[in-house]
């Protein structure tokens, strides 16, 4: 069985203040959500916010993230931080790939493979995103992309406890436009297929795949209803305390896969 898991990227949002008013609304309303517990739920704030973040969610059933890291351990990289400084903070998981950290700051899938080894050589679980353009899309080449950004990336030595997916097609994200349920599980299903020849059936079917690209309170069941579809990574709508618990609840309501 796979435990759905609500996975909220707060992207460069929220100061200090404004970050704690969100989690003691966020801590409010899963201790009233009935069911909750069938629902992981991960925020992944600025780094600068980890440490007070990792003091806010004490006790609660909230797990802390990052949305980025080196691939190295240490060393002169002015302005980075490394796995295990992100361990320090309590942080658990870590997003690496994400589609801004490709287009905006040119990671490759050769980097990103240095970055998925750093981050599960410490305790940590790797988010690694995928997905393609609309360019890419529209010419058909949605599953030659998707699959070369996992065959470059997940190899068998990454430990696929510790591995989560992330499909987050680009043209989706900030967007206001989603991809259709069927659209989105016809890929989460070619991703399955693919961890599959990676490691091997019973294996890939416990990898969670997560959804992402303007996933909202108004699509969220549809989206998280679909076989191959095991959480959401959501961008804008994580912001909201009211929009991400709707989310969650809705998660929560749904059968179990
Ligand atoms: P969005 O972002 O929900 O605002 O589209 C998702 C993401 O970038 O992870």
Redesign the pocket.
Known sequence: MRHTLIAG?W?MHKTLPEARELVTALRAGLESLRGGDAVEVLICPPVQLLFPMAKAVAGARIMLGAQNAHNEPHGAFTGEVSVPMLTDTGCTHVIIG???RRQLFHEDNALLARKVRAVVAGPLTVIY?VGETLEERESDRTRRVVGRQLDEVVKSDVPADRLVI?Y?PVW????GRTATPQQAQEVHAFIRERLSATYDKPTASRIRILY?????PDNAAGLLSQPDIDGA??????LSPDDFLAIISIAAGLPRK
């Open positions: 990227n992207k994400h589609s801004e995103c992330a987050e989706a994200i900030g967007t992402g690209g303007s996933v909202k990574l959501v961008g804008g709508a994580c």
